[in-house]
């Protein structure tokens, strides 16, 4: 039991039930509503921009990303590919170097027949 003061005069209060003034709980106590606090709401994280998002200078943008202007637009863009949307550069593929044509027909029928005489006119003379 507690003493506490209401509208300036004290009266008995029950700590288990408050809100009966006799002093006395009955069995199955009252619910009473209590005042929950209001939680407060977490603010979010503002996203970094990403690739071709707008910006306002180069620390807006990622690490491997620059604040460039595209179309009066400042963007974040790949400075080694500012055209890709994407962000992402097309590696070309070198064409490998065709290699001459080696021999062919003509000068092996060549040399041969020019062999098959040097070996006629070595068996002849």
């Given at each position: 039991m507690v003493c506490k003061s209401v509208n300036g005069e004290y009266i008995c209060v029950n700590n288990t039930c408050p809100q009966n003034q006799t002093c006395t709980c009955s069995a199955t106590p009252t619910p009473t509503a209590t005042a929950s606090p209001t939680p407060n709401p977490?603010?979010?994280?503002?996203?970094q921009p990403g690739c071709y998002d707008s910006c306002s200078s180069d620390s807006d943008c990622p690490n491997d990303l620059l604040c460039r202007s595209v179309n009066n637009v400042n963007k974040c863009l790949d400075i080694n590919c500012p055209s890709e949307s994407d962000c992402t550069c097309n590696t070309t593929t070198p064409k490998e170097p065709e290699l001459p044509k080696a021999g062919g027909i003509p000068p092996t029928i060549i040399f041969a027949l020019g062999g098959i005489i040097i070996v006629l006119l070595g068996l002849v003379f």
């Open positions: 977490t603010p979010t994280p503002t996203p």
